[in-house]
C-alpha cells in the first residue's frame, strides 16, 4: 500500500492547492495521504471535502522547541475540531503573525524595510513563513534563490531564525494526545544534532507521550535509516513515512516517493486501517 503521512499545500508553504496535490497523489498512487501543512489543518480540511481524492489523515506539522532547537512535530489522526487543537492552531498562527513581525524589524535593521508587510501579502490567507520572506528577498533582487536567502538571513542562526515564540515539545505532544492524535517526530536527522543529542530528544519526546520517528523522509541515503530504526526499538516507537512534499520538481522527493520502511519497524499508518 503507498502511503505518504507528511506532504505541503498552499495552506502553508507548498505550491500546490489541496485539490491538486490530492490529484498528484492519485497520479502517484497514493492510497493514504496525510497532509501536514505548518501549524494548520486548513488544507487537510478542504481536500476532506473532495469527491476525488486519496484516503486523508488528519493531520499538521507542529512547530516547537526543545531546548533552543526548533524542531517539527507531525500530528495525525487527532480531532481537528477537538477544543484543544482549535486554540492550539489559534496560539500558532498569532505566533507566526508575531514572529513576521520580530523578522521584519531584523531585516530592516539590515537594510531591507517592509518585508513583512510584504511575506504577509504574499502569504494572503496561508500561514505565513520564512519561505515567503525569502521568496520576497529573492523578488527584490537581495538574493538569487531562497536557499541563497535561508544560507544568509533566514536560516538556523542567521537574523531571521527566530524560534523563541514556538511552544515547548512537550506541550505540542500533549495538544496531540489530548485531542486523540499520535504525535511524530518529523524529519530527525533535519536538525542535524549529534547522535547523542538526536537520542536524548527521542527520550523526551517519547517521555513526553510522542508515537513515533519518520524513519523514512523522502529518499534518503544509504545508511542513514537503520540508527533511526534503531531508536524506534530502544524507545518503542512506531515509525511513519513521507515525502515532505512542498513543490513539483523538488529534487528530494515526489508525492508518494517514499523508500519501503525496513522490516523491524511497526508503521505508524496500521492504527487507521481495518
Ligand atoms: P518556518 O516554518 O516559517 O520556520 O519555515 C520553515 C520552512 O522553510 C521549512 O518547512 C521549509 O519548507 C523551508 N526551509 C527551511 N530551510 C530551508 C532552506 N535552507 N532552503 C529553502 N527552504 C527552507
Ligand atoms: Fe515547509
Ligand atoms: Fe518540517
Ligand atoms: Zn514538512
Not at 496525510?34 to 506539522?61: K, M
Not at 513563513?129 to 533566514?154: C, K, M, N, W
Not at 533511526?228 to 523538488?250: I, K, N
Request: proline share 6%; glycine share 10%.
Amino acid at each position: 500500500m503507498r502511503v505518504d503521512l507528511h506532504t505541503h499545500t498552499n495552506a502553508s508553504d507548498g505550491a500546490l492547492t489541496p485539490q491538486a496535490l490530492c490529484e498528484r497523489a492519485l497520479a502517484h498512487d497514493v492510497e493514504l495521504l496525510a497532509i501536514t501543512d505548518h501549524d494548520t489543518c486548513a488544507g487537510w480540511r478542504e481536500a476532506e471535502a473532495l469527491a476525488r481524492r486519496p484516503r486523508l489523515i488528519a493531520a499538521a506539522e507542529f512547530s516547537c522547541q526543545w531546548r533552543n532547537a526548533a524542531i517539527h512535530v507531525v500530528g495525525l489522526g487527532f480531532d481537528p475540531d477537538h477544543e484543544t487543537s482549535v486554540a492550539a492552531f489559534a496560539q500558532l498562527q498569532q505566533s507566526r503573525v508575531e514572529r513576521a513581525g520580530i523578522i521584519g524589524e531584523r531585516l530592516a535593521r539590515l537594510g531591507f524595510p517592509d518585508t513583512c508587510e510584504d511575506a504577509t501579502a504574499l502569504a494572503g490567507a496561508s500561514q505565513v513563513g520564512r519561505p515567503h520572506f525569502a521568496q520576497i528577498l529573492v523578488q527584490r533582487g537581495v538574493v538569487a534563490s531562497p536557499t541563497e536567502a535561508f544560507d544568509r538571513y533566514l536560516g538556523a542562526g542567521k537574523p531571521g531564525d527566530v524560534k523563541a515564540l514556538w511552544p515547548d515539545l512537550a506541550e505540542v505532544t500533549a495538544w496531540i494526545g489530548r485531542a486523540g492524535g499520535v504525535a511524530v517526530l518529523a524529519h530527525p536527522l533535519k536538525y542535524k544534532l549529534t547522535a547523542t543529542r538526536l537520542k536524548l530528544l527521542v527520550a523526551e519526546f517519547k517521555a513526553a507521550g510522542g508515537g513515533a520517528l519518520e524513519v523514512i523522509t523522502g529518499r534518503p541515503q544509504p545508511g542513514v535509516i537503520a540508527p533511526l530504526v534503531r531508536l524506534c526499538q530502544t524507545f518503542a516507537l512506531e515509525a511513519s513515512v513521507g515525502s515532505d512534499f512542498h513543490q513539483p520538481g523538488q529534487f528530494w522527493a515526489e508525492v508518494g516517493e517514499v523508500a519501503p520502511l525496513p522490516t523491524g519497524c511497526q508503521p505508524v499508518w496500521e492504527r487507521w486501517l481495518n
